[in-house]
């Protein structure tokens, strides 16, 4: 089977044997078989392929010298003998590739696994659909040829969908507590595209998060640098604030009260608030269950968790713990009700209840929940509550 890679490097590979690997030489040949391939679900007339190949001028006669080049890439091709065909076909004064024989194009197996993620409905079912095609995404769809004016709208599509795959698998790793995922996956993203603002921006909150403060800083200081000699700005006014929140919640130990006041200094400023678009969805959703909330009073909670004596060393035991109390508070918290993971080792929740024995009463049973299911090392949990506004 003819296996076809266009999402990053190309290549042509037929068994063992890659017959791309003489694309400079043929540079007409292989720019035929890109166009065809893209448009495979179409034919493309002898016009088009002549404007495509030579759009400013071409050769004495046109028209032959096609044919000269499709006889190359024919022969270059090699259809197998049980296919009853080659891979290019001709009619009526048109080409088209021919979909009765099998391939395997990375690009349409990609966009498979997208389709197939939004046919299901709960994280579960989407993930391995969702991971499988941001691992198939290696880079801009023909990139090499990113100059042809045909490639470039199919180019941004691609990167599109890519994008919107990232967000979702990294929305998805976020409700599961897998930090490291995250921080792999916008990894893999900043490799491709560097200056990715969004990508940075999941990259050091899974960081600060994991406790790896000194590497959040460092690849925030990168991206800086990036884009001042790039483009001569500097990062959003959104992505500094959400850093400097992070910085003063990591210089010294958190409570309840430091938290409040870093929260109420990002919300005491007189002017409206502007925000992404991604924001803007999660402050409409949240709004939408605001009836719900704000019968009652709201209580911020803080929940701290310590392992003592991690033999191990590389916090892998509170990580267990962590995602073991993550999966309490998703079960047992309100609809109405909000949570955050705020460091490596604490939970933000924002809980309606009548009064605050009422919320003090909810993380009680959490705290059971969590000692019935919890089989790890042994983990001390505090517990401090708040109401907004006091």
């Excluded at 993203?189 to 921006?201: G, K, L, Q, R, T």
């Excluded at 990591?250 to 992404?276: H, M, P, Q, W």
């Excluded at 009064?355 to 059971?368: G, H, S, T, V």
Aim: charged letters at 25%; a negative charge; proline letters at 3%.
């Amino acid at each position: 089977m003819m296996d076809i890679r266009t999402l990053g490097k190309f290549t042509v590979t037929i068994g063992d044997r890659t017959i791309s690997d003489d694309f400079t030489r043929s540079n007409r040949v292989w720019k035929i078989f890109k166009y065809l391939i893209t448009n495979r679900h179409k034919t493309a007339t002898v016009e088009t392929l002549i404007e495509i190949l030579w759009p400013e001028s071409g050769p004495e006669h046109p028209e032959k010298t096609l044919y000269t080049l499709i006889s190359r890439l024919r022969k270059l091709l090699n259809a197998p003998s049980e296919s009853g065909g080659q891979y290019i076909l001709y009619h009526h004064d048109s080409y088209g590739w021919n979909s009765n024989i099998a391939i395997f194009l990375d690009v349409a197996e990609f966009e498979s696994q997208i389709k197939h993620a939004g046919g299901v409905g709960d994280d579960k079912a989407k993930l391995p659909y969702l991971k499988l095609a941001a691992d198939i995404y290696d880079g801009d769809y023909l990139g090499e040829s990113a100059y042809e004016m045909w490639i470039l709208p199919v180019t941004n599509y691609y990167r599109r969908l890519y994008m919107r795959c990232v967000t979702e698998l990294s929305d998805i790793y976020s409700r599961m507590g897998a930090q490291d995922e995250i921080i792999e996956l916008c990894g893999k993203v900043i490799s491709i595209y560097p200056y990715e603002e969004s990508a940075y921006v999941r990259l050091i909150q899974a960081l600060y998060i994991n406790g790896e403060e000194n590497e959040a800083q460092r690849h925030y200081r990168r991206y800086c640098e990036l884009v001042k000699k790039e483009f001569g700005a500097q990062p959003s006014e959104e992505f500094q604030a959400m850093m400097k929140s992070m910085k003063n919640a990591s210089d010294s130990e958190t409570d309840i009260v430091g938290i409040k006041r870093i929260l109420d200094g990002e919300l005491a400023k007189n002017n409206a608030y502007f925000c992404s678009v991604d924001n803007f969805a999660h402050i409409y959703q949240l709004d939408k269950r605001a009836d719900e909330r704000m019968k009652f009073p709201v209580f911020l909670a803080l929940v701290t968790m310590m392992i003592e004596n991690d033999d191990a060393g590389d916090g892998k035991a509170l990580k267990t713990a962590m995602v073991a109390m993550r999966q309490c508070l998703m079960r047992t918290l309100r609809r109405g009700d909000v949570i955050s993971q705020f460091s490596k080792n604490q939970f933000l929740l924002m809980l309606s209840a009548r009064l605050l024995n009422d919320a003090e009463m909810a993380m009680k049973r959490i705290q059971r929940l969590f000692g019935g299911e919890y089989t790890g090392k042994p983990c001390a949990i505090s517990v401090d509550i708040s109401q907004v506004g006091n």
